[in-house]
Structure formats: structure tokens, C-alpha cells
């Protein structure tokens, strides 16, 4: 613990001073002239000497208090609150999308054209031709569809050997749904041997291909061989 030095200057020049007092209380006075009398100097003189020592240990003690440093008190920090717990972060869920299985239907165009090969009227798969002859081949055919044929369908010529055959021809009449047509097309055995195939098909409004099978989509040949 420090202690100012102007504080304890100051206390030990009140010292002196109050020293001096006593001193001064203590110093022979002179003689009485009867026994009263000097008694009555003496307990004065007791008395100021012991009321000079508590006034001087009272001032000590004040001044030595004033020296003292002051505590100052710590401050108490208020009680807060704890924070909220952290939340681990989760991952977001994943959502997988699984699309509903296709169900496969027939377009209304496949349902409405389709045709079904009946029989080779003519000239069947694998007719020995001579080189050059002409010929007549004809199928005969049923509307297996939801839809009627008109004048205004198409037989085409798709792939493979023409036979000097036209590319394409008309319907020679309407056939209702479930009705059946014979289809002829003059074509040419071509002049050197060899086997040769030719695949057609119809065309219906918007030049909708289609033909025979389960689906609708196959084609019919003519398939000779040229000895």
C-alpha cells in the first residue's frame, strides 16, 4: 500500500506541533503558594496534556484513513442469458422424381389406317420371271382400321427394285372399315438375272404413311427371280 509523502509530511508536522503543546503542558509552572493550589495546577495540567494526545491520535487516524488507497469494488457481471444452442446443420431432403411409367396406346392416326395383307392375288414371292417380261402383281387387302379409304389414298413406291413401275398411283376405289381391295401395279422383270424385291405402302390424309402389321407401319413387297 503507497502513501502519499505530502499526507505523511503534513502528519508528522502536526505531530511536532501537538509535541510541542505537550511539552509546554508538562513544563514546570511556578511554584504554588499553597498545597490547593498546586494541586488544582497539576490535574489541568493532566488534562490538557491527555486531551492533546487524543486529539493528535484522532487526527492520525483520520489523515492515515485519507491516505489509505479506496477500494474501488469490481463490478459484477450481470447474469445473461446463455445463448441459444447451435443447430447442427441437415441436409435438405433429396427429392428424386421418378416419372409415371408410359403407357404405350396407339396414336388416333395408327388406330384410324391399317391395312392387313389378305393373300398374292399374282405373281407370289419367288416367281421365276424371263428377263424383260412384264407382269401384273396384285394384293389383295383389308381396311383393318377405324377409318374408311377413299379415291383420295395413295399406293407409293418405298425401297428396293421399282420393276419400271410408277412411283406412285391411286386408290381404284373407297373401301369401308373392315372392307376388302385388290391393288394392281404392271411392272418389268429387268433384263439381266437375279433376284429382285420391291417394298410399297399407302399414304392416307397429309401424306400419313402407313401399311401392314401390328402396328400399321409395314410394307408389302413383290419379289421375283429373273432366270
Known amino acids: 500500500m503507497k502513501i502519499n509523502r505530502s499526507i505523511v509530511k503534513r502528519t508528522l508536522a502536526l505531530l511536532l506541533l ?51 488507497p479506496t477500494n474501488t469494488p469490481i463490478p459484477t457481471p450481470s447474469p445473461t442469458s446463455p445463448p441459444p444452442p447451435t443447430l447442427a446443420p441437415t441436409s435438405a431432403p433429396t427429392v428424386v422424381y421418378i416419372p409415371p411409367a408410359a403407357t404405350l396406346t396407339p396414336t388416333p392416326q395408327a388406330l384410324c389406317l391399317k391395312a392387313v395383307l389378305v393373300a398374292d392375288v399374282t405373281i407370289p414371292d419367288g416367281t421365276k420371271l424371263s428377263p424383260g417380261e412384264t407382269f401384273t ?35 381404284p376405289a373407297a373401301v369401308p372399315v373392315g372392307g376388302t381391295i385388290d391393288i394392281s401395279i404392271a411392272m418389268t422383270a429387268p433384263s439381266s438375272a437375279g433376284t429382285y424385291t420391291g417394298s410399297w405402302a399407302f399414304t392416307g390424309p397429309g401424306r400419313q404413311v402407313f401399311g401392314i402389321g401390328a402396328d400399321g407401319k409395314g410394307y408389302f413387297q413383290v419379289k421375283i427371280v429373273v432366270e
Not at 20 to 40: G, H, Q, R
Request: proline letters at 3%.
Open 18 to 68: 501537538i509535541s510541542a503543546l505537550a511539552l509546554s503542558a508538562c513544563a514546570p509552572k511556578a511554584a504554588p503558594t499553597n498545597a490547593a493550589e498546586f494541586i488544582a495546577t497539576q490535574v489541568a495540567a493532566t488534562i490538557q496534556a491527555r486531551s492533546t494526545q487524543d486529539m493528535a491520535e484522532t487526527l492520525i487516524a483520520r489523515m492515515t484513513l485519507q491516505a489509505m
Open 137 to 171: 402383281k396384285t394384293w389383295r387387302f383389308r381396311n383393318a382400321g377405324t377409318c374408311a379409304w377413299d379415291t383420295e389414298f395413295d399406293i407409293v413406291f418405298v425401297s428396293g427394285d421399282q420393276l419400271s413401275a410408277p412411283a406412285i398411283l391411286d386408290f
